[in-house]
């Protein structure tokens, strides 16, 4: 199938913002550790931008979901990987690359709650509010944008694109 890429946010508007979300979370997390946890694979281009940018002492971790293929949902969601850390009484930080239906992330609190985090905030680079179905929302959220599907800085369309330094929209032809 033939599509074109769209800009929609600029690599000097990702990195502006995302210094911008840096220095939020380093002001609220003053004077404690966070453990970092990324959903792979789309949330790593945003995640090591970002905690490079906050000066203090931060562990990472990574998961992986899966609920997606091709740019519709299943609904189904599974752990392909764990994370290695044990998240008991941690200030846990998850890093989404979007925040879609919500169910992904619903999950993934559940889950890391039941587990006995001290504390659980979600910072997410995209969110698309208009497709929520899942109560959940972002604690820190790099831009809201409208329902279209999107790729780069992470994001991918069929495993490509995640190299993309910008936001751009498929567009079919
Ligand atoms: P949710 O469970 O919130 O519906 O799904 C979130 C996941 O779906 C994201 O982490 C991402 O992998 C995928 N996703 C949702 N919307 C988009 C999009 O516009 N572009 C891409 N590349 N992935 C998306
Ligand atoms: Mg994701
Ligand atoms: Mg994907």
């Known amino acids: ?36 946890i990324g959903l792979l694979k789309g949330s790593v281009m945003f995640m090591t931008d970002l905690i490079k940018e906050i000066n203090l002492p931060i562990v990472i971790d990574f998961m ?29 930080l998850i890093i989404e690359d979007i925040i879609d239906t919500g169910l992904t992330l619903s999950y993934v609190k559940k889950m890391l709650q039941k587990r006995g985090a001290k504390s659980l905030k979600i910072c997410t680079l995209l969110d698309k509010p208009s497709r929520r179905t899942a109560e959940i929302k972002g604690d820190y959220i790099g831009f809201k944008i409208p329902d279209e599907f999107v790729v780069g800085y992470g994001l991918d369309y069929d495993q490509y694109h995640r190299n993309l330094p910008y936001i751009g929209i498929i567009v079919k032809k």
């Open 1 to 36: 199938m033939e599509y074109t890429i769209k800009t929609l946010l600029t690599r000097k508007e990702v990195e502006k913002r995302i210094k911008e979300l840096a220095k939020e979370l380093e002001k609220d997390y003053q004077g404690r550790e966070i453990l970092v």
């Open 64 to 92: 992986s979901v899966s609920s997606y293929s091709g740019t519709t949902s299943t609904g189904v969601i599974n752990v392909l990987k764990d994370i290695d850390v044990d998240v008991k009484d941690k200030e846990v």
